[in-house]
């Protein structure tokens, strides 16, 4: 009998358990669960303590495994196909949405990075429980929204993307980070620019398009742009070439225009929403307007 109970109470969740009749009290049987313990039980020590370190931002980033090939394989348009980088920020959304005290993430290409509020308890701060709880969703999310995105083109394979985390002591530091990632995609993106035109609209080949850009600086590729191309680089979508910032922010409840309406909230409260922008995070403008994201309220 009292195996019995050990069973059920060890394989039923809790609120099943709460559906049963026990002739003693739930209580007694929940602890028997969490004391179980069985001569096996010392392996737990071999596990690795991996808490972050407290009062520190905690980024999890995570980038697509060989997303060159990936992108191949799928026909992306060249460089920046639209269908991928709105699916990755949907997968983005999806993880802001999911996991309690994300704050906001930047995405480029095959990458995203995620600030916790700075002094979260989730998981205790255990990195390899936040990266991997991260990493998967992102990527199931990433091959659920799949068919929404890439109408007609099945996923060919299951992608995978890795991750790290990374801890940065101030404030300073991390908003470093985060311009050092999007100067990348600036960077990465006045590269590929040039190279896919040179290689789609004047013919080269991959490696004479590499030598035709090899040592130029930034005004000489804006350069060839214009003059070979007519492409005024600034003109060019700002997701392609700024990213993405995803992150919580509240705004004022828009008033119904069915006073009658139950459900409508009335005006003048504030309601925290997900942004999603793809503008300048390297200057102070952003950070200034949104004082929140890293001052005290997210400590
Ligand atoms: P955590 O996020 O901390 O891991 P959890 O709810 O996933 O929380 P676990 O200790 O991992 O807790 O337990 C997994 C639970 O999932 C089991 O207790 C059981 O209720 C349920 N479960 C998993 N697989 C099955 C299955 N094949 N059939 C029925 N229940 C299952
Ligand atoms: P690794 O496994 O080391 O990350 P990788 O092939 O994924 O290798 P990255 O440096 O991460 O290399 O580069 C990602 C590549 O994915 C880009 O160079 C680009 O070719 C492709 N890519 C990703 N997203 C897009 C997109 N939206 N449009 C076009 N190409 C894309
Ligand atoms: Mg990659
Ligand atoms: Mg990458």
């Avoid at 209580?27 to 004391?35: C, E, G, I, K, N």
């Avoid at 596990?47 to 060159?68: M, S, T, Y």
């Avoid at 995609?185 to 290689?199: A, K, M, Q, S």
Wanted: glycine share 4%; aromatic share 12%.
């Amino acid at each position: 009998m009292a195996h019995a109970f050990q069973w059920i109470c060890r394989n039923l969740p809790p609120s099943k358990l709460q559906c049963i009749r026990l002739p003693v009290p739930l209580s007694t049987h929940l602890s028997t669960r969490s004391m179980a313990k069985s001569r096996f039980e010392y392996v737990r020590q071999f596990e690795a303590q991996d808490a972050c370190l407290p009062n520190c931002w905690i980024v999890v980033r995570i980038d697509g495994k060989a997303f060159h090939r990936f992108s191949d394989v799928h026909n992306y348009e060249k460089p920046n196909d639209p269908r991928g980088l709105g699916l990755m920020n949907c997968a983005a959304q999806t993880v802001l949405s999911e996991i309690k005290d994300l704050i906001l993430a930047y995405g480029q290409s095959d990458e995203y990075s995620f600030v916790f509020r700075k002094n979260t308890k989730t998981y205790n701060r255990r990195a390899s429980k936040l990266m991997t709880t991260i990493v998967s969703l992102f990527a199931s999310a990433f091959v659920f929204h799949w068919p929404k995105y890439f109408t007609n083109a099945p996923l060919q394979y299951p992608p995978a993307f890795d991750g790290r985390v990374v801890l940065y002591p101030s404030v300073q530091n991390l908003q470093d980070y985060l311009s050092w990632r999007q100067a990348d995609c600036h960077i990465n993106n006045l590269y590929n620019t040039c190279f896919w035109n040179l290689v789609l609209e004047a013919g080269l080949t991959p490696s004479q398009a590499q030598e035709r850009l090899k040592g130029t600086v930034a005004g000489e590729k804006n350069e060839l742009l214009f003059s070979q191309f007519n492409i005024n680089y600034n003109d060019l979508s700002q997701m392609y070439r700024k990213g993405t910032v995803v992150y919580w922010a509240s705004q004022p409840v828009e008033t119904s225009s069915d006073d009658t309406d139950p459900s409508s909230e009335p005006p003048g409260r504030n309601r925290t929403i997900l942004h999603t922008e793809h503008c300048d995070i390297i200057g102070s403008d952003f950070w200034k307007d949104h004082p929140h994201l890293l001052g005290s309220d997210n400590a």
